[in-house]
């Protein structure tokens, strides 16, 4: 097993993104990625792509993520001409919540990547050719920024990587139908949470908008995520928390109705649980 970096590819520091045209004439090795995530676009040919010792069939118009922990590796290449993107998952925190809670994106670069980890997972976007011609044209362009370097560059590249996120999890919510079940109901359930989590939510309008009962998507949350809704919703409230205490001068009391907690008791309880300080001492470290 070999490990990748992503210093290999960038020395910059401050911008820790690499994109680059790949041709694999011969089988790679099974690596894993140690410190960045992998945006693949299969732009030509087709190969055996093994994931975790478990093979799949990879073609043209094939595109998925590989997250770091996950071995991978290319088998029996036949004319494979693949887009690698390689960047840092804190990247994607650029994307706005509109598409934070896409179900496309929940799928493609959160769910897919975490769920390819831990299990067998051969699920993946299946761009048309029109689709492909579309994001050929837009890595044509990043590629070029890339190279040139010109002043902004960086500014530029972020924002087209979110366009070609944005259309990526647009092309996935339009073969929703041929994609797992259980993965598609998860990344909607995930997409209500991450809209309403500032809001009253319960467990039963959680599972009505995934359209599957409660004992079924505290199932399949457990299966993706080794967490629960609630757990999910929590973490996304006290991480607002977080936030509000850092920018804001609100009091704890106006910090816990913002966050969706209604009691600043319990908000201080959850807190100290999470980072082991109360709310009045994480601000005082700003």
């Known amino acids: 097993m070999n490990n990748v970096y992503l210093h290999w590819f960038t020395t910059d520091e401050h911008f820790p993104f690499f994109i680059q045209y790949g041709g694999h004439e011969e089988d790679t090795s099974l690596h894993r990625h140690i410190d960045f995530s992998e945006l693949v ?28 922990s996950t071995s991978h590796a290319y088998k029996d290449p036949c004319d494979l001409k693949i887009c690698n993107i390689m960047y840092h998952p804190e990247m994607l ?4 919540p509109d598409l934070r809670t896409s179900t496309g994106f929940q799928a493609l670069f959160i769910l897919e990547p975490f769920y390819r980890q831990i299990h067998d997972y051969k699920s993946k976007l ?13 890595i044509s362009g ?29 092309q996935y919510d339009s073969q929703e139908k041929s994609i797992d079940p259980s993965l598609m ?16 939510v319960t467990l039963e309008e959680i599972a009505a908008k995934s359209e599957i009962s409660v004992r079924h998507l505290n199932r399949i949350f457990k299966a993706y995520y080794q967490t629960t809704p609630i757990a999910y919703l929590q973490r996304l409230r006290l991480e607002r928390a977080c936030t509000l205490l850092r920018q804001t001068n609100l009091s704890i009391t106006d910090i816990s109705y913002e966050c969706g907690f209604n009691d600043s008791n319990y908000l201080a309880r959850q807190f100290k ?14």
């Open 273 to 286: 649980k999470k980072y082991g300080m109360t709310p009045k001492s994480f601000r005082m470290q700003r």
């Open 126 to 138: 299946n761009l048309s050719m029109v689709g492909l011609d579309v994001v050929s044209s837009l």
């Open 142 to 170: 990043m590629i070029e920024e890339y190279h040139n370097k010109h002043q902004g560059y960086q500014t530029m590249l972020t924002s087209r990587f979110m366009e070609l996120a944005v259309y990526l999890s647009r």
């Open 41 to 68: 676009i299969v732009l030509n040919g087709n190969a055996t792509h093994i994931v975790n010792n478990e093979a799949s069939f990879i073609k043209k118009g094939n595109v998925f993520v590989i997250n770091g």
């Open 185 to 200: 109901h998860l990344a909607n359930a995930v997409s209500y949470i991450e809209d309403h989590y500032l809001e009253p």
């Open 93 to 96: 925190r650029a994307a706005g």
